[in-house]
């Protein structure tokens, strides 16, 4: 017997329940600022200034570009006496929440908790004597409302524990970062964070999936020294894409050797590519291949440059023939199927027109700009 199915068409995307890649892990919640961190929050996204601190006008703009581009929380480094007495007025000037980054000196850890910062990071292996720190800095940052991220890496664990594990493991990794936990957990306080980052995903992988598994504290994903723009991205999306997808992690920070902002784009892409955050601009073209009948490459850069920063969550296909072309214009917002000098223009699954290759990107800008206006939003505004 067999069985006739009916195809129909398919429901209206808006219609369908969002596809999630895996229930998130529960984590203890902890507030960073005024962001949320773990529980039921979203995933945030982070990235770190590269000014010195110390150059408070300097730091405040490049945390006014991470802003805008992104970015919910955001680190700075604080190595001198000079960067912490900049704290205060950067923290109370930044859009969003400022963590400390604390290593080797104990005392910037207590002027960072004085001065206002959402919370503070620590790396125990770089701190001198941290361990007999810790119950006078859970006892100041526990009056203050402030968290405390200890932040393990790879490059930075004690040599005891390279010892006994014989390298930089996972297990040597997650051992580090529970014992600091145990030390803070003595003087009842559990606002904590933790990281274990490594410069190889896999490590990197493997150690969070084991600390996840041994722990409810919130956790910061991140690729330490995860390279330039183009082996970083693809260092961290694979590192991030499958902790994620197993609902491991609660904030990421790309690691990049390239401007800050280039790490939150890339972060951002990460979340809506698992679909952990609405969908922003979402350019669909095809690769490259004979059947191309216009230059795609060019089309859809030109493309992505004219709709970058619309205020309006856009799926759209730049397509070059008539293989794929159609079909994908048809489940886009907007779209173009191109071929032979022309291009057919979609709009919600409809052709609408057929425009010389001259006009696409024209076009397209013109068609956005309406679905924006039906939707209400000025985007000369």
């Known amino acids: 017997m067999v069985t006739t199915v009916a195809l129909g068409m398919p429901k209206v995307r808006d219609e369908q329940p969002p596809l999630s890649v895996a229930t998130r892990r529960k ?31 300097a730091t405040l703009q490049q945390i006014a570009e991470l802003t805008a581009s992104g970015c919910e929380i955001v680190r ?37 908790i004085e001065a206002g910062c959402a919370a503070v990071r620590v790396n125990p292996g770089n701190i001198r004597k941290f361990d007999d720190q810790v119950g006078a800095i859970a006892r100041a940052a526990r009056d203050r409302g402030i968290p405390i991220r200890i932040g393990v890496n790879a490059g930075s664990l004690d040599p005891r524990l390279l010892e006994k594990h014989g390298g930089v493991t996972p297990e040597a990794l997650v051992e580090s970062a529970l014992w600091e936990c145990s030390l803070f957990e003595e003087h009842d306080f559990q606002d904590i964070k933790i990281s274990v980052k490594h410069n190889d995903p896999v490590v990197m992988i493997e150690a969070y999936r084991q600390l996840a598994a041994q722990c409810d504290y919130a956790l910061h994903l991140g690729v330490t020294e995860a390279g330039p723009t183009f082996q ?11 902790l994620l997808a ?3 992690g609660d904030t990421i920070r790309v690691s990049l050797s390239a401007p800050p902002v280039e790490e939150v784009k890339v972060g951002n892409q990460i979340l809506e590519s698992l679909g952990l955050r609405p969908r922003g601009l979402d350019i669909v073209s095809c690769p490259s291949c004979g059947r191309a009948q216009v230059d795609v490459h060019t089309l859809a850069e030109r493309v992505s440059a004219a709709l970058e920063g619309f205020p309006v969550p856009l799926r759209v296909a730049v397509m070059g023939c008539v293989v794929n072309g159609p079909g994908e214009a048809r489940e886009a917002d907007l ?29 397209l800008l013109e068609e956005a700009a309406r679905i924006a206006a039906e939707m209400g939003i000025d985007i000369e505004a």
């Open 232 to 242: 970083g991205t693809i260092k961290s999306s694979v590192a991030f894409g499958a």
């Open 27 to 57: 984590s203890r919640q902890i507030m960073v600022g005024s962001v949320a961190v773990g529980g039921d929050a979203p995933v945030s996204v982070q990235s770190m200034t590269t000014t010195l601190t110390s150059d408070i006008n």
């Open 335 to 363: 779209g173009v199927a191109s071929g032979n000098g022309k291009g057919q223009i979609f709009v919600k699954g409809k052709v609408i027109k057929t425009v010389p290759e001259s006009q696409i990107v024209e076009t």
């Open 246 to 248: 197993e609902g491991i």
């Open 76 to 112: 700075v480094a604080v190595p001198s006496a000079d960067d912490a007495e900049a704290l205060p007025i950067i923290a109370r000037k930044s859009q969003i929440p400022v963590i400390a980054d604390i290593h080797f000196q104990p005392k910037y850890v207590f002027a960072a």
